[in-house]
């Protein structure tokens, strides 16, 4: 019975759900949940994972989260905690093997500072570990874009009755190689009209091809240059990412010894964030803990 309830929740994403379809309550089709993910808990072998990725996911709004620590290679969700502090990430390391510890090479995260000391403090050398993601860092530059984007229109708007940027929000999100076809004439146009904003897409673009380096020589010679341009574009939402980025450099050019992101992760997170939805939301944190180590922990949760 509890492998049929199982197999009903996993493609239903619902207890409710699965519970109506089955005949049971809800408590009691919760209890199977619950049992499948102790269950695959204590079978779960302590084996090596040579890249982390670590996320927040929001719980609830107004800034309630869970960290989210995923195996890369596999995957999966390794681990979840309650908020976003040190603690959070640090009761994780505090539970591996000096073996895992060591067969750890790289983790890969955003550049929030809990997140950082956590891991600095819990592995051997581990601020040598650290590759700050690439997705993470280009949010941050389109932020800038967009923050650029609002001034400059501003401006326009309060010099005469219209603006040039009027509804072009979108289009300074895509690359190049991304923009949709027939925004091509109208982006061009923009770009055509020196504003500010198509001087920050144009540094914010130049940006990805930092990841595009395999020698640390290589690497560190095109930063200094996009670092200068940044720095004298005038700029201030670009300078503030460009500051950002200086500081943590070394672990954001880490990742020409390895080429991770949080790729898995994000994925990991849009498979929660369905699962949450189906859910209408989760008031107790312990039982989102417990869903998403049942829908993404790549637990055996099956009775023998």
């Not at 079978?43 to 890369?72: M, N, Q, S, W």
């Not at 596999?74 to 067969?103: G, N, P």
């Not at 809990?114 to 601020?127: H, M, S």
């Amino acid at each position: 019975m509890e492998r049929l309830v199982i197999d009903l929740i996993l493609p239903c994403s619902t207890v409710k759900g699965a519970g109506a379809i089955a005949g049971l309550s809800w408590d009691e089709a919760w209890g199977i949940l619950q049992r499948a993910v102790a269950r695959g808990q204590a079978r779960k072998a302590a084996g090596p994972i040579a890249y982390l990725g670590v996320d927040e996911k929001a719980f609830r709004k107004g800034h309630r989260y869970h960290t989210v620590v995923c195996d890369l290679g596999r995957s999966t969700v390794e681990f979840v905690a309650e908020d976003r502090k040190t603690e959070s990430l640090a009761a994780y390391y505090a539970q591996l093997t000096d073996a895992q510890k060591s067969a750890l090479k790289a983790v890969a995260m955003d550049m929030w500072e809990p997140y950082i000391g956590a891991t600095r403090d819990g592995l051997p050398e581990g601020e040598a570990r650290i590759v700050f993601d690439r997705f993470h860092i280009m949010r941050d530059m389109t932020k800038a874009v967009d923050t650029v984007r609002k001034h400059e229109h501003r401006e326009f708007l309060r010099a005469a009755d219209d603006s040039p940027l009027t509804g072009t929000k979108y289009l300074w999100l895509y690359s190049d190689e991304h923009r949709p076809e027939y925004h091509a004439e109208a982006f061009a146009t923009l770009q055509a009209l020196n504003l500010k904003v198509g001087r920050a897409w144009a540094i914010k673009d130049a940006l990805r091809t930092l990841w595009t380096y395999r020698q640390s020589a290589a690497v560190k010679r095109f930063f200094k240059r996009w670092y200068g341009w940044a720095m004298r574009s005038r700029l201030e939402p670009v300078k503030q990412v460009a500051a950002t980025l200086k500081r943590h450099l070394d672990g954001v050019l880490r990742f020409v010894q390895h080429p991770i992101t949080n790729g898995v992760a994000e994925g990991l997170n849009s498979k929660i964030m369905c699962v949450k939805r189906k859910a209408g939301g989760f008031r107790n944190p312990s039982n989102f803990t417990t869903a998403i180590y049942f829908h993404c922990g790549g637990l055996n949760l099956y009775p023998r």
